[in-house]
């Protein structure tokens, strides 16, 4: 059927060059302008291809598209051919003049408008498809053919695995008695055996020599406390003891710290004639981290840079506070 359709197709193609050719002398020039695009302005007596005709632009036009019968005013097909597609398939856009084998049997689109998904069969036969070959019927199974000849024995295969053992035999008659053996060597020493009772107490031996003097016994408890005695002369002066200082921690700024931002509480300054020893940064939230402190001399004041890495919170500054006691 196949080498019938191609035959076809190129007897198709031969008459319509030759129709073409005896017409040309009708057209003062025709300019071949490619495959047709929707984009491309087209001009009287341009030629262009699409599917596997040609046509010849009658008017000036543009996204005209040549195989549509609405179209016909723009265009006149001047070549026609068939083109071969394969098995059809349901996802396919096929063009005027496409053929397609579809159950055993060719069809040749013949529908101007787009043909996709329809199926060459039913009500679509003659409106969008033409049959161009019709499968023919199986014909009958053939006589059964003559034996062959043995063919050569294979090479023989590899060993199988052991199989398992069989069923214990039954116990055979026992056998006469032999001689007596030779006396073996004598065996290893067998262990200590348990320990007997404990014997009658020996009558006591003679005394021994002195032994040398046992240690120091603890010292004894203190005795009374004695009278006082007479007052001695009165020392040098020592050394002046130094004082402790005084110190304190301020108030605490707290200001919030957003999701995902920063925040930066400024401390309070020090009482008066407290001097800033150090900042407090605190924060209750866990997502919430430090990300560095600083205390200015200068203006007395500490700062925390607070960064939440979770939901709203706050962050907090406070200043230890140190000063000299007044003396004594």
Same mark, same amino acid.
């Given at each position: 059927m196949y080498g019938f359709f191609k035959a076809l197709a190129r007897q198709a193609?031969?008459?319509?060059?030759?129709?073409?050719?005896?017409?040309?002398?009708?057209?003062?020039?025709?300019?071949?302008?490619?495959?047709?695009?929707?984009?491309?302005?087209?001009?009287?007596?341009?030629?262009?291809?699409?599917?596997?005709?040609?046509?010849?632009?009658?008017?000036?036009?543009?996204?005209?598209?040549?195989?549509?019968?609405?179209?016909?005013?723009?265009?006149?097909?001047?070549?026609?051919?068939?083109?071969?597609?394969?098995?059809?398939?349901?996802?396919?856009?096929?063009?005027?003049?496409?053929?397609?084998?579809?159950?055993?049997?060719?069809?040749?689109?013949?529908?101007?408008?787009?043909?996709?998904?329809?199926?060459?069969?039913?009500?679509?036969?003659?409106?969008?498809?033409?049959?161009?070959?019709?499968?023919?019927?199986?014909?009958?199974?053939?006589?059964?053919?003559?034996? *062959?000849p043995q063919g050569v024995a294979g090479a023989t295969g590899p060993a199988g695995?052991?199989?398992? !053992?069989?069923?214990?035999?039954?116990?055979?008659?026992?056998?006469?008695?032999?001689?007596?053996?030779?006396?073996?060597?004598?065996?290893?020493?067998?262990?200590?055996?348990?320990?007997?009772?404990?014997?009658?107490?020996?009558?006591? *031996?003679?005394?021994?020599?002195?032994?040398?003097?046992?240690?120091? *016994?603890?010292?004894?408890?203190?005795?009374?406390? *004695?009278?006082?005695?007479?007052?001695?002369?009165?020392?040098?002066?020592?050394?002046?003891?130094?004082?402790?200082?005084e110190c304190q921690t301020t108030t605490a700024t707290v200001v919030s710290v957003?999701?995902?931002?920063?925040?930066?509480?400024?401390?309070?300054?020090?009482?008066?004639?407290?001097?800033?020893?150090?900042?407090?940064?605190?924060?209750?939230?866990?997502?919430?981290?430090?990300?560095?402190?600083?205390?200015?001399?200068?203006?007395?004041?500490?700062?925390?840079?607070?960064?939440?890495?979770?939901?709203?919170?706050?962050?907090?500054?406070?200043?230890?506070?140190?000063?000299?006691?007044? !003396?004594?």
């Amino acid at each position: 059927m196949y080498g019938f359709f191609k035959a076809l197709a190129r007897q198709a193609g031969i008459v319509a060059v030759i129709i073409a050719l005896s017409a040309a002398s009708a057209w003062a020039e025709l300019r071949f302008r490619g495959t047709w695009s929707g984009a491309v302005p087209y001009a009287v007596d341009d030629v262009v291809q699409l599917g596997a005709s040609s046509y010849r632009a009658k008017i000036v036009n543009r996204n005209k598209k040549p195989d549509l019968t609405a179209n016909a005013a723009s265009w006149e097909r001047i070549v026609s051919g068939m083109t071969h597609r394969g098995a059809w398939t349901a996802a396919t856009s096929y063009n005027s003049g496409d053929v397609v084998s579809y159950l055993g049997s060719s069809f040749v689109s013949i529908s101007g408008a787009a043909n996709i998904g329809k199926v060459p069969a039913g009500t679509n036969i003659n409106t969008v498809w033409r049959l161009v070959a019709l499968a023919g019927a199986r014909g009958p199974a053939g006589a059964t053919g003559l034996q *062959g000849p043995q063919g050569v024995a294979g090479a023989t295969g590899p060993a199988g695995e052991t199989g398992p !053992a069989g069923a214990d035999g039954a116990i055979g008659p026992a056998g006469a008695i032999g001689p007596a053996g030779a006396i073996g060597p004598a065996g290893a020493i067998g262990p200590a055996g348990p320990e007997g009772p404990a014997g009658a107490t020996g009558p006591a *031996g003679p005394a021994g020599l002195d032994g040398a003097a046992g240690p120091a *016994g603890p010292a004894g408890p203190a005795g009374a406390t *004695g009278p006082a005695g007479a007052r001695g002369a009165t020392g040098p002066a020592g050394p002046v003891n130094a004082l402790a200082l005084e110190c304190q921690t301020t108030t605490a700024t707290v200001v919030s710290v957003p999701a995902n931002d920063y925040g930066t509480p400024v401390s309070p300054q020090c009482a008066s004639g407290f001097t800033p020893v150090s900042v407090n940064c605190d924060t209750n939230g866990a997502q919430v981290v430090l990300r560095g402190s600083s205390l200015d001399y200068g203006t007395g004041r500490g700062t925390c840079k607070f960064l939440n890495y979770g939901s709203n919170d706050t962050g907090s500054a406070s200043l230890n506070c140190c000063r000299l006691p007044a !003396a004594p």
